[in-house]
């Protein structure tokens, strides 16, 4: 029944911007913390960005403190990522994803498909 759609990805070169969205369905949107995650390619599935429920509270990896932006609109039901300044070290696979046990399918956490970042040199 949850449904993420991340959109938005794309090419860029080096110092430009993107804004990523993510739609979400089948769940109280705004009961839940969301988080952005990202998967480049060889490494782990890493945390970015994460906004409270209420969108009153943030937090952010190191390596994109000052550049990435999170936000959401509950109303809208979607959560947003504002990459600027971005650098090669962001290419990669972003997810959405709301934290909470609903996340969970049979045991596992449900991902959506997630929209790629390519940031050229």
């Known amino acids: 029944q949850v449904q993420l759609e991340e959109s938005g990805g794309g090419w860029v070169q080096t110092g430009g911007s993107l804004r990523l969205s993510c739609a979400a369905f089948?769940?109280?949107?705004?009961?839940?913390?969301m988080t952005w995650y990202r998967q480049a390619p060889g490494k782990e599935r890493e945390l970015v960005s994460q906004?409270?429920?209420?969108?009153?509270?943030?937090v952010y990896a190191d390596s994109v403190k000052g550049r990435f932006t999170i936000s959401r609109d509950n109303g809208k039901n979607t959560v947003y990522l504002q990459m600027n300044s971005l650098k090669p070290e962001d290419t990669a696979v972003y997810y959405c994803?709301?934290?909470?046990?609903?996340?969970?399918?049979?045991?596992?956490?449900?991902w959506g498909q997630g929209t790629q970042v390519t940031v050229s040199s």
């Open positions: 994803n709301l934290e909470g046990a609903l996340g969970y399918v049979s045991g596992r956490r449900y």
């Open positions: 089948g769940f109280t949107f705004s009961r839940y913390a």
């Open positions: 906004i409270s429920s209420t969108g009153g509270g943030t």
